[in-house]
């Protein structure tokens, strides 16, 4: 069964304060995903890696970084967290363009952050 | 423009009514794939169809079908005889060629009352 994973569903922290944010997947898919989602904007999308090692920015990179060291695992880094971070954080994973079910997005269950 | 409008915000029925969510895409590319996604309260998004740009052949699973009308630009999702458990937001998605990236609509909040 399709499996992704987030560290926490819910997350209070002080405005300044250095945020990581975990994402695991056990589909060996060699994307991974960090949208955002905000009432009235839909999911907008961080930041996206199509291997270890390598990402690329996507509609809001602003304040964020993410890290991929191992294929299953997509972090993403609040450098210093702002009130304007609050939201709820999803991430996704994907198969590689050209194999099976490629263009599917599976999603975690989100993070809920509230910077305060 | 690559973008997805889903005019509907919120859709308000009553059990075993049919409802209807409208998705409207626009893309440039001729070869694009078009998602819908259900996200109930808690939180996660569930894949729920994908449809090729080629394949304009409707669909129907269970109690839920798709409309693909390319010459309208549209991939509309309906609900037959709604539950309550149906209630949850609606994500029309789109992905243009050779590309990954998930262009969502905002939404459509469905809440279907007993």
């Known amino acids: 069964d399709v499996k992704v994973t987030q560290s926490s569903r819910y997350l209070v922290k002080r405005t300044g304060e250095k945020v990581f944010l975990e994402c695991v997947q056990d589909m060996d898919h060699e994307n991974m995903f960090w949208y955002r989602q905000d009432p009235g904007l839909g999911l907008r999308l961080i930041y996206f890696s199509y291997d270890v090692k390598m990402k690329e920015k996507g509609d809001i990179p602003e304040g964020y970084s993410v890290s991929r060291e191992k294929k299953e695992r997509f972090s993403l880094i609040l450098e210093s967290a702002s009130t304007n971070q609050t939201s709820m954080y999803l991430c996704?994973?994907?198969?590689?363009?050209?194999?099976?079910?490629?263009?599917?997005?599976?999603f975690g269950p989100g993070t809920r952050l509230t910077v305060t | 423009a690559q973008k997805v409008t889903q005019a509907q915000t919120e859709i308000s029925v009553v059990e075993k009514e049919d409802v209807t969510l409208d998705c409207v895409y626009e893309t440039r590319d001729t070869t694009y794939y078009l998602f819908w996604y259900k996200q109930p309260p808690s939180g996660e998004l569930v894949f729920l169809i994908r449809?090729?740009?080629?394949?304009?052949q409707n669909e129907i699973s269970g109690r839920y079908s798709w409309n693909f009308q390319k010459s309208t630009s549209s991939f509309n999702f309906t609900i037959t005889a709604s539950q309550v458990v149906d209630s949850a937001v609606y994500f029309c998605a789109l992905i243009p060629d050779s590309s990954y990236k998930l262009i969502f609509g905002s939404g459509t909040r469905l809440l279907v009352r007993p």
């Open positions: 449809r090729n740009s080629f394949d304009e």
């Open positions: 996704a994973s994907s198969a590689r363009l050209g194999q099976p079910l490629s263009y599917e997005q599976y």
